[in-house]
């Protein structure tokens, strides 16, 4: 009964905030947060309970809808949760002054609602309605501004299209094989099913989470897509919604198939899982080398979410314990940092009238402290520093690739944090550091509904970067309960079967060496603060406005590799886009409006008939 | 025992001819004291070349004469320098560029005048465009007269510079606050009032 | 594909870490760090003085970096841009130190527990964030380049490196430093260097890069940049720079030993070969010019690159 609950205070709750936001407007921010963050009550009492039940019957397909919990879908259900209400509280600051905030609103909570749906459905057809629902209030929420975004919209639309017709097919086909959609019945009856009918699932599956989770080559709607949507939106975007493709592939390659079932798609050493992991390695390494040549703030963390869902792929294609235990715990960390660093980029762009370009700002951290540290904290993650989220679960994907001697997947992992350290070094030196320019010398720090949930976020990744234990126990609830050996940690460790490393050790070895240098420091004598126009300028006066190095940061680099990261696949498609726009066009002439033109066509197609209906051919 | 080094071939007179203290492995006037010892010992040069003779420089810290043997290196940013060598002649246009340099340098830090031309105006005494009394507008802490004056001289400086600093005879800087008001008159009689206004305050320091 | 994971710290309960007592473990979280700095500073005097004599003239005493750090920390008045500006040094400060308690250094190894040579490898990019922090703090577009040139330089030597450290990993099919450098104890013929020569080549060819001496001095050139990121850095400041920077030719030069010249059992040999390894890199760094960002970077993706690929390959293909 709670998971009805849930779904219906999503969902009612979206518009009962919209009839309240345009009768009330004031209230507004405050319906919309609670109805975004009630559900975390009713989840937190369903923790490490498995229900199932059936809310709706469709007489005619013969089939019952029904909910269900897993460890899985209460992982994600908290993280939606969560993550979608800091970001619906974020809003309500940011989006003061903005044109149609209670559709923007019903929009977020209909998108929350719809991610809650898919992750506990318990049925295929349930599954199918929430993935579209969720799919098309994205294109709504992407094309909001107009202009711009209606073509990154249009882009996003179509893919997404794509993949959930592949998805419906498979839905489809294993509705007339079995007669069933539960996952459940589905997962036992999928074992007795021949190769080449569980292969056809899996791949068809597999687009529609592919072009969800924007794997190499499904990828290009995303970049566009990420910087036309709305700010706080983008978050929620790159957090969770991208991530279901992720949920998807847990679903479909452990809870469905299993393990057995899997390692019978091999040839030879080449197996379903191997392609998998080096399509996620592949991932992992372009886009976070062209994330390094963006001038965009969102096109550059844009590129870095598809950079690393290659991760979660890959930890998750892997295969073994510390694995998925990586990946999924990947997903979670990804979502925290992700968006923190988007709302760090809103907040920026609330401060300063929509700059989000990285030639044009600078200098912010003497003016928005807070967002700075947010920032600081986000990209660490992003990065992989110790002690915060991001290292241990990208320690974990590391340790299982090297210790089952895959060199060259580690490799493809490691030398992806270079790329992100390149890049995200440069989206946080062109915003925050460097000289600040004159037009910029007022804005304020934003207001406090916009900083807590910058503030939650931050402690989020240092506390789960010192004590992974807190997440970890979740994950290997469900590794249990997928059926395979679990990951055994401690609050701060891992045993020493699995090798080394002690998070709480590191943290109080960093925390008492800091103390130590700085009590050095303090030592000398102390320093003068001097202005920024109090600098090195061989021998001249700082010239105002012109003394900042942020464009072309990275030059030399640039031009060594950027004939090598042009995005070709994305020149593919839209070259196929042209081709199809081009024909369907020369196509579209039959419709000449002329009436003596359609006779003809009449008069030419019976006579076809005619002919054919000679030749001894029967319809 | 003290090191000991002979100076051979110097063109100053007093005091120096001959034998100069070099005290660095004195441990015991070293602990007494390490800020005198780490300051007289590790010397950073400015290297700003403010007039014809920074051709002097060169010869000096390469291989021939060899200043880094004394701990003397030449540094890129005046942040991290504290002696500061006018070499040459100082026009207008050069002040300017002085005078915020030597606001950059923290404390404590010397100026030290190479040639003739700051002294008095030297070889272009009556030109329109030479600052002829360089003490006027910054404190300077020792003078090397020549035209230019060589290498050797530059270590002669240098060693009296360790003697004044252990007499704590060289205090320009502490000159330099105390009188600012006198120094910027005369800054802005020569340079104008908006450039003097538009330079950065220099950082005031209690010692 | 239910792999369970094997074990990669069988070795751990052989040798080291149970026999060392809590305290025994404290004093040395302490003194080992105050050892590598003294080290590592007597190694920056003796960089002056090698390559004073190789320039045929007398240079500097070895403790000359010592007048430099008291002079630099002593000194009357000291500037800042603000709170990053100060942060961001102590950060790399400590992350230096952390990382030089994880390496294995002939015998002492306090907190190896805690750390394999993942974590090392991430931990070593502390340092560089903190003072390229610090750095961007500072205002100046000369620091900006310099941090600029320092993350393509690190992207360039990371590469190869990478490769190499995989390759070790992958043939001892361990992923603790202290396992590797137990692993070639015994004869000279079971150094790391014998057993996966590419690989040590390739970290050979790629040492001046991360030591950061000439030709792959890009990073502070003073007559580029104005010294780079250290360009409004004075007083204590630049104390603390020489200190990180001093830190990290430690920790480089002691991964390089551990992992390739097999580590030692006693801190006096363990410095003796990390002295050889300076030697080496103070020689190449004495005679040449510096190249450009982009030549270096082409230097560390070719040749280095393909020597470490290759070890690599031949690791996997022959066995590990």
């Given amino acids: 009964m709670m998971l009805v609950t849930i779904l219906l205070i999503s969902f009612v709750g979206a518009g009962v905030t919209y009839l309240v936001g345009k009768s009330i407007p004031r209230l507004r921010g405050i319906v919309a947060s609670l109805v975004a963050l009630l559900p975390l009550i009713l989840l937190a009492f369903l923790y490490g309970r498995v229900i199932s039940i059936d809310y709706a019957s469709v007489p005619f397909l013969d089939i019952n809808l029904s909910l269900r919990l897993t460890p899985l879908s209460w992982l994600f259900a908290v993280s939606i949760v969560v993550l979608g209400g800091l970001a619906v509280i974020f809003s309500t600051g940011y989006m003061r002054g903005k044109e149609r905030p209670d559709y923007y609103y019903f929009m977020m909570l209909l998108v929350n609602g719809a991610m809650l749906g898919i992750v506990l459905s318990g049925d295929f057809f349930s599954f199918y309605i929430f993935w579209e629902l969720m799919s098309w209030s994205t294109y709504l929420l992407i094309s909001y501004r107009g202009g711009e975004s209606l073509g990154a919209g249009m882009k996003y639309i179509i893919m997404s299209v794509i993949g959930s017709s592949a998805m419906l097919l498979a839905i489809a086909s294993l509705y007339v094989s079995y007669g069933t959609l539960e996952i459940s019945s589905l997962a036992t009856a999928l074992q007795s099913a021949s190769i080449g009918y569980a292969l056809f699932a899996l791949m068809m599956f597999t687009i529609a989470f592919g072009i969800k989770n924007a794997v190499l080559p499904l990828h290009t709607w995303l970049p566009d897509a990420y910087a036309e949507a709305v700010s706080p939106f983008t978050a929620v975007l790159s957090g969770m919604l991208t991530r279901m493709g992720v949920y998807g592939f847990l679903l479909i390659m452990y809870a469905i198939m299993g393990f057995g079932l899997l390692d019978m798609f091999s040839y030879g050493p080449i197996n379903y899982n191997i392609i998998l992991a080096w399509a996620g390695a592949l991932t992992i390494v372009i886009p976070t080398f062209i994330a390094l040549l963006q001038n965009d703030a969102k096109k550059l963390l844009a590129w870095h979410g598809i950079g690393q869902g290659g991760y979660m792929i890959l930890g998750i294609a892997f295969g073994s314990t510390l694995g998925i235990a990586g990946g999924i715990f990947h997903t979670l960390n990804h979502a925290i940092y992700i968006v923190l660093l988007f709302l760090v980029v809103a907040a920026v762009e609330y401060r300063t009238g929509g700059k989000r370009s990285l030639d044009e700002l600078g200098g912010l951290i003497k003016r928005m402290p807070v967002s700075f540290v947010a920032g600081l904290a986000g990209i660490s993650g992003l990065i992989g520093v110790p002690l915060t989220n991001g290292f241990v679960s990208k320690w974990l994907i590391y340790k299982t690739l090297v210790t089952e001697q895959y060199p060259f997947l580690a490799f493809a992992a490691l030398v992806g944090t270079w790329g992100t350290i390149l890049s995200v070094f440069k989206f946080l030196h062109n915003i925050f550091l460097g000289q600040l320019p004159e037009q910029y010398k007022d804005v304020e720090e934003v207001p406090w509904t916009m900083r807590a949930p910058m503030i939650v976020l931050t402690i989020l990744i240092v506390l789960f970067g010192v004590l992974p234990g807190i997440p970890l126990r979740a994950i290997s609830a469900i590794q249990t309960h997928l059926g395979m050996t679990p990951l055994q940690t401690s609050l701060f460790g891992m045993p020493k079967a699995l090798g080394e490393l002690n998070t709480l050790n590191i943290f109080f070895a960093v925390l008492a060496a800091g103390l130590v240098a700085y009590a050095v420091f303090s030592l000398a004598r102390r320093s003068k603060r001097v202005s920024q126009y109090d600098n090195y300028a061989a021998g001249a006066r700082v010239p105002v406005g012109q003394y900042q190095h942020s464009v072309k940061f990275y030059d030399q680099a640039d031009r060594l590799i950027r004939p090598y990261l042009r995005d070709r696949i994305d020149d593919f498609y839209s070259w196929i886009a042209g081709v199809s726009t081009d024909f369907f066009e020369q196509l579209g002439k039959i419709y000449t409006g002329n009436v003596n033109t359609y006779a003809t066509w009449i008069v030419l197609f019976v006579a076809v008939l005619i002919f054919m209906g000679l030749l001894g051919w029967k319809p | ?207 | 594909m239910d792999r369970l994971v094997c074990g990669g710290a069988d070795l751990h309960g052989a040798v080291g870490v149970e026999t060392m007592t809590t305290l025994m473990r404290v004093v040395w979280i302490i003194v080992l760090p105050i050892i590598a700095l003294l080290i590592s500073v007597l190694f920056l005097g003796l960089f002056r003085k090698v390559t004073a004599r190789i320039q045929r003239r007398y240079g500097p005493p070895i403790y000359q970096p010592v007048i430099d750090l008291v002079k630099l920390f002593t000194q009357h008045s000291n500037i800042s841009h603000g709170l990053m500006f100060d942060a961001g040094l102590i950060i790399a400060l400590a992350g230096s130190v952390v990382t030089v308690l994880l390496i294995p250094a002939g015998g002492i190894h306090p907190l190896s527990s805690s750390g394999d040579l993942l974590v090392i490898i991430y931990l070593m990019l502390i340092p560089p964030i903190g003072m390229a922090l610090s750095a961007g703090a500072s205002g100046n577009p000369n620091a900006s380049l310099g941090v600029s040139r320092k993350l393509i330089l690190a992207l360039g030597y990371e590469v190869p490196f990478l490769l190499v450290l995989l390759t070790v990993m992958t043939y001892t099919e361990t992923t603790s430093l202290l396992n590797v450098v137990q692993m070639q104890a015994g004869s000279i013929l079971s150094w790391g260097v014998f057993r996966f020569p590419l690989a040590a080549l390739a970290t050979f060819l790629i040492l001046p890069v991360m030591l950061g001496v000439r030709p792959f001095d890009i990073i502070g050139a003073p007559q580029e940049i104005s010294s780079g990121p250290q360009v409004e850095f004075g007083g204590k400041y630049l104390a603390f720079a020489t200190v990180e920077h001093a830190l990290h030719i430690f920790i480089v030069i002691a991964l390089f030993v551990d992992l390739f010249l097999g580590g030692a059992t006693n801190l006096g040999t363990f410095f003796l070969k990390m002295l050889v390894v300076f030697l080496i890199g103070a020689f190449i760094g004495a005679v040449y010019p510096r190249f450009r960002i982009d030549q270096a970077l082409r230097y560390c993706w070719k040749w280095p690159t393909l020597f470490a690929l290759s070890g690599l390959i031949l690791v996997v293909i022959i066995g590990g």
């Avoid at chain 2, 002040?95 to 030290?112: F, G, N, S, W």
């Avoid at chain 2, 329109?128 to 003078?143: E, M, Q, S």
């Avoid at chain 2, 600012?180 to 005031?204: A, C, H, M, W």
């Fill in chain 2, 1 to 207: 025992m003290a090191n000991v080094i002979r100076v051979v071939r110097t063109y100053t007179r007093g005091d120096h001819r001959g034998l100069i203290l070099l005290d660095r492995a004195d441990i015991k006037k070293a602990l007494k004291d390490p800020h005198k010892w780490g300051e007289k010992y590790s010397l950073w040069v400015t290297y700003f070349c403010t007039g014809c003779g920074i051709i002097e420089i060169p010869p000096v810290i390469t291989a021939r004469w060899d200043a880094e043997r004394f701990g003397v290196k030449p540094m890129a940013t005046p942040r991290q320098a504290n002696l500061f060598l006018i070499t040459g002649y100082v026009s207008v246009k050069t002040l300017r560029a002085i005078i915020i340099t030597y606001e950059q340098m923290p404390d404590p830090k010397y100026l030290v005048a190479f040639g003739s031309c700051p002294i008095d105006g030297g070889l272009y005494y009556t030109s329109y465009n030479t600052i002829n009394h360089l003490d006027r507008y910054l404190p300077v802490d020792g003078w090397i007269a020549g035209c230019m004056p060589r290498p050797e001289a530059i270590f002669i400086a240098v060693t009296k510079l360790w003697k004044m600093i252990d007499g704590e005879m060289v205090d320009g800087y502490k000159r330099y606050r105390k009188n600012i008001d006198y120094y910027r008159k005369n800054q802005e009689r020569v340079l104008g009032r908006e450039f003097i206004e538009s330079i950065p305050p220099p950082v005031t320091v209690e010692t």
